[in-house]
């Protein structure tokens, strides 16, 4: 059981990697924002992507939770 949940651990980790890298390149800012500091809402595409790391993000910690349980 704990190889299965180490490999789902790199599928999820991967995942975030990914979907934080096209959150990136979208948002056209760059990786530390600009030097402005604006405040925009969410919509369509980005609102999606964001939920989705938070999503993946509470798997990986409940992976690395059980992995450290059952271990």
Known sequence: MGVY?????????VLIV??????????????FGSAQSTVRTRRGLEKT???FTIILTV?????????VRLG
Do not use: A, P, T, Y
């Open 59 to 67: 798997v990986f910690l409940g992976i690395s939770i059980l992995s």
């Open 49 to 51: 992507l964001f939920q």
């Open 18 to 31: 990914l979907v934080i890298l096209i959150q990136v390149k979208e948002g056209g800012s760059g990786l």
């Open 5 to 13: 949940l180490n490999i789902g651990q790199i599928l999820v980790s």
